[in-house]
């Protein structure tokens, strides 16, 4: 069964760092696409970050750009979100996703809180 298991949410004070990680199993990992998405409240849910499945692309929605950084380790099955710079409005909860043609698996989330 596949599971993706998010970790490194938290509590921090406005330009603090984080870094997420994502932990998954069940799937041929190196033939997904990874993304990181997030929910605020009351929000919609938005992609923040994602990396294709070799790592040699990345993007990244306005709002994190040269802040956040998405990476992954095909040997380990893991995708990690590097937070840096965080902002009040970074506040949510972030999911991993993992993609693939007509598949799409998701993680159950972690809580990020950045102070002011």
């Known amino acids: 069964q596949v599971q993706l298991v998010e970790s490194g949410g938290g509590l921090v004070q406005t330009g603090g760092s984080l870094r997420l990680s994502c932990a998954a199993s069940?799937?041929?990992?190196?033939?997904?696409?990874m993304s990181w998405f997030r929910q605020g409240p009351a929000k919609q849910r938005e992609l923040v970050a994602i990396?294709?499945?070799?790592?040699?692309?990345?993007n990244y929605t306005e709002s994190v750009k040269g802040r956040f950084t998405i990476s992954r380790d095909n040997a380990k099955n893991m995708v990690y979100l590097q937070m840096n710079s965080l902002k009040p409005e970074d506040t949510a909860v972030y999911y991993c996703n993992a993609a693939m043609r007509f598949n799409s698996y998701w993680g159950q989330g972690t809580q990020v809180t950045v102070s002011s």
């Open positions: 990396i294709t499945s070799t790592g040699g692309s990345t």
């Open positions: 069940g799937i041929t990992f190196s033939r997904y696409t």
